[in-house]
């Protein structure tokens, strides 16, 4: 679902809503496309309003419902044609098996039937009928001859029906449509992909009040996550402290220090991809004190410091259940290209997304990311651009990487 509310966010969905029993949960699935931050535009058939009322539907809505082809009101304040191409996505549900034929026939004799003549969008059709209407070969060339026209069907599913009957024919459920309707948006390649992301700094504590950081602020690797979320991977985010928000839909995991991401890390294990974007302490304090330092004469209290457990190193190295694609981030102030070039070969990562951040970049805690991706064939820049987009970018690429 979590994949769902990215795609939908924005886009605009005429949803015909057709004669039949499982109408009713199409009042739902208006309610769960405005959540997912899609526009819906209503069309109900004559045979619909026997099953809902407009007010209802167009109550869900917040906007007219369509009924009538030659009502002129309608008509002139938008015509057919234009109703069926402002939409980017048009989706019928419930998909009678009159609809499904009339389709099919390249019938026009209503203003359902007509905007789905008339529309130049992708179509999708959710049937719901009687088993034996479903089974019956009319329908079933039917659907053939839409499926060859690139109509996407999603259902029907087996099960109990209204008709007292069981069998395939019952319209699915709201999520799955919802999930449907997503995956006519770019489809979600990295569906069935389990991908790790660190995020954020971590903090290193010296007593407990004080600690060590470092000024990421989780952005890159928040916008990381959410974008392969958006692509239909299962994400585990392993998060040092940030004020940022979680990734909606993902695994989250809160850490502090890098020894705690180690075990995160290693818990979360195997994934397909994992994608290293925290700014992790290189030095941890030894002998972190239990209880507050106080000032003394003796003067201030020498802090001795371990080397940190490497991560990225680490899990690139793995010889069993190394995921197939790791991606480390390398933060240079100097000679970026090369330091980050000899940082790939010696962690032993696939790509490193390299990025300047000294202050004058404005990077560190900024929205944009300038940043150069770094695999064994060399260097690709890509020009500055918001958080967001690399997120995005990145995410493509490690979808084509994983195919
Ligand atoms: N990293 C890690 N564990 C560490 C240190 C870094 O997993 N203990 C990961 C980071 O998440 C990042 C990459 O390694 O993906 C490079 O981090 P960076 O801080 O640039 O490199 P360092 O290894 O710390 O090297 P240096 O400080 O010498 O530049």
């Not at 010296?206 to 602020?217: E, K, T």
């Not at 102030?333 to 000294?358: E, F, L, P, Y």
């Amino acid at each position: 679902m979590v994949v769902a509310l990215a795609q939908l966010a924005g886009k605009h969905i005429l949803l015909i809503i057709g004669g039949g029993i499982a109408a009713y949960k199409s009042l739902e699935l208006i309610r769960r496309m405005q959540d997912a931050g899609a526009a819906v535009t209503p069309v109900l058939t004559k045979a619909g309003a026997q099953f809902v009322t407009p007010l209802s539907v167009s109550a869900l809505a917040g906007t007219g419902v369509h009924q009538d082809l030659f009502d002129l009101t309608a008509e002139a304040e938008m015509g057919h044609i234009e109703l069926s191409r402002a939409a980017e996505l048009v989706v019928v549900a419930p998909a009678t098996a009159d609809l499904m034929a009339k389709m099919a026939h390249g019938h026009a004799n209503d203003l359902a039937s007509t905007l789905l003549m008339a529309t130049d969008k992708q179509v999708l059709i959710a049937p719901a009928m009687n088993v034996r209407m479903w089974e019956h070969p009319a329908t079933q060339r039917n659907l053939a001859t839409l499926q060859e026209d690139g109509i996407l069907v999603v259902g029907p599913e087996d099960g109990g029906m209204a008709c007292g009957e069981f069998g395939a024919g019952r319209m699915s459920e709201v999520p799955q449509i919802i999930d449907a309707a997503a995956a006519a948006f770019g489809g979600c390649p990295l569906r069935g992909k389990h991908i790790l992301v660190t995020s954020g700094p971590t903090h290193e504590p010296i007593d407990p009040v004080r600690y060590i950081a470092n000024r990421s602020s989780g952005a890159q690797g928040l916008a990381i996550a959410q974008a392969l979320l958006s692509l239909g991977a299962s994400v585990t985010f392993v998060t040092g402290p940030t004020d940022k928000p979680a990734p909606k839909g993902a695994q989250v995991v809160h850490v502090q220090t890098a020894r705690d991401m180690q075990d995160a890390v290693r818990a979360a294990l195997p994934a397909d991809a994992a994608v290293f974007a925290a700014a992790v302490a290189d030095w941890r304090v030894v002998g972190e004190s239990q209880s507050k330092i106080k000032k003394t004469k003796d003067g201030m209290p020498a802090l001795e410091f371990a080397e940190n457990p490497d991560i990225l190193a680490e899990v690139s190295q793995l010889e069993k259940g190394r995921p197939n694609l790791v991606v480390g981030f390398a933060a240079e102030t100097d000679d970026v290209i090369a330091n980050a070039t000899a940082k790939r070969k010696r962690k032993g990562c696939d790509w490193i997304v390299a990025n300047d951040v000294s202050p004058a970049t404005g990077i560190m805690g900024g929205a944009e990311n300038d940043v150069t991706l770094i695999d064994q064939n060399g260097s690709e820049d890509w020009p500055r651009m918001s958080k967001d987009a690399v997120a995005a970018k990145l995410a493509k690429r490690i979808a084509e990487a994983l195919l």
